[in-house]
């Protein structure tokens, strides 16, 4: 069973249900999912007790909290201009599933860093190292869909030529690199350096 906040994807089906990518071609749907895991992997750690799945959790809230964070920034920044920038007017979403999509995930995820888990290791080089590649990744994930499908699942990509896409997938890769030092910054401020360097 998929998590409730995606069924609209099963209970209506577009022509993406047939697409090559399905849903995966979007950067949300990466990020919904790689939240999803963060989770499940901490409840079981919880449950388990097991030291090695707190690991896991760790190192998965790393790379989908501020991917989630930089999903909600550049969505609600490109919906603020044209929301057919990102999803074609046909396929726009209610209030609620949208919320659920673009901004719950990066909500709940960086309340459990903040709150609930140890401080990150990760330094910005790295972070802008690790960020830059997803970046990259996705890019060639996306192209690879256009080559099958002969259409991009981003209106916005379609507007862009390929210097410009380059120029956003580098913004992007920067903008999640320093989501990843600011989250850093504000767990000190709440928690503390004494928690951070015992950590």
Known sequence: MPPKVMRPLIDYPTLIN???????????????????????????????S???????????S?????????????????VSIDKELVIPKE????????????????LFLTVDYLLFSPPWTIQFRQALALS?????????WVETCFRHNGWYPYPIFEA?????????????????AGSTEVLKLVYRKINGPDRAEKS
């Not at 396929?91 to 990066?106: N, R, T």
């Open 18 to 48: 047939d697409a090559y990518g399905w849903h995966f071609q979007y950067l949300t749907i990466i990020g919904l999912t790689l939240a999803t895991a963060t989770f499940a992997a901490g409840s079981l750690a919880d449950i388990t």
């Open 50 to 60: 097991s030291r090695r799945l707190f690991r896991l959790k760790t190192a998965l």
């Open 62 to 78: 790393v790379i989908a909290t501020p991917l989630e964070v930089l999903i909600t920034t550049l969505y609600g920044s490109l």
């Open 91 to 106: 396929f726009q979403l209610g209030l609620l599933p949208d919320i659920g999509f673009h901004a719950v995930p990066a």
């Open 132 to 140: 830059t590649a997803l970046a990259f990744a996705y890019w060639f």
């Open 160 to 176: 862009l030529t390929t210097p410009w896409r380059i120029g956003l997938f580098c913004f992007s890769g920067v903008l999640m």
